[in-house]
């Protein structure tokens, strides 16, 4: 079945310093697709990336990082030096297309404070 | 400026009243979606609609109804049937509602039941 695992549930950081929000997943899919989402606390999930599981290349956006590893099954994101802005949940999430239906499954999130 | 609009942003209402939560989008999209969000979990399938005029039911459709008779509108009915209503509604869209595309979100309405 699929299933996405974000274990951190809650990481608080002093502003500058790097974060790393880990994802694991599983699928029995061999095209699949995962996702990056924010939600500030007005509550609107924003789109951050997304990556096919033939792309295993780094993305990079601004202080945005994201490192996929099919080997691990993970999809783990960095924000450096980190602001205040940054705190929200975010949500990773994935993509896939089982017996021909798709469906998209999302980890249950983690709330990243940045204290200033 | 494009994007998707629901309304209200929160909603009261009394145990065993029907309640219709709202979900308009200029982007369009083709593919609407509607999901559930409870505190500390990840968010729940509702229904989809990859058409007008055609849907289908999420992970937990029990307890919701949907229509979608036009491209730009796909309201959520949350019946008195719904054991536990009380949660965070977000509504999505996609170009295509195909393998490649992405889902965007609206801003949600927070749904409390008395």
């Known amino acids: 079945a699929q299933k996405v695992t974000q274990a951190q549930t809650e990481i608080s950081v002093v502003e500058k310093e790097d974060v790393t929000l880990d994802c694991v997943y599983e699928t029995r899919d061999t095209t699949y697709y995962l996702f990056w989402y924010k939600q500030p606390p007005s509550g609107e999930l924003v789109f951050l990336i997304r990556r096919n599981s033939f792309d295993e290349q780094n993305e990079i956006s601004g202080r945005y990082s994201w490192n996929f590893q099919k080997s691990t099954s993970s999809f783990n994101f960095t924000i450096t030096a980190s602001q205040v802005v940054d705190s929200a949940v975010y949500f990773c999430a994935l993509r896939d297309f089982i017996g021909g239906y798709q469906k998209v499954t999302f980890g249950t999130g983690t709330k990243l404070q940045v204290i200033p | 400026d494009g994007g998707i609009t629901q309304s209200p942003k929160y909603l009261f209402r009394k145990e065993g009243q029907n309640v219709t939560l709202s979900c308009e989008q200029n982007l369009n999209h083709d593919a609407m979606y509607w999901y559930r969000q409870d505190p500390g979990q990840g968010l729940r399938l509702i229904y989809y609609s990859q058409i007008v005029n055609d849907f289908q039911k999420g992970d937990i459709a029990e307890g919701y109804s949907v229509s979608r008779e036009k491209k730009e509108s796909f309201p959520l009915t949350v019946t008195s049937a719904q054991k536990n209503p009380t949660a965070f509604y977000l509504c999505?869209?996609?170009?295509?509602?195909?393998?490649?595309?992405?889902?965007?979100f609206g801003p949600g309405t927070r749904l409390t039941v008395l």
């Open positions: 999505a869209s996609s170009p295509e509602g195909g393998p490649t595309d992405t889902q965007y």
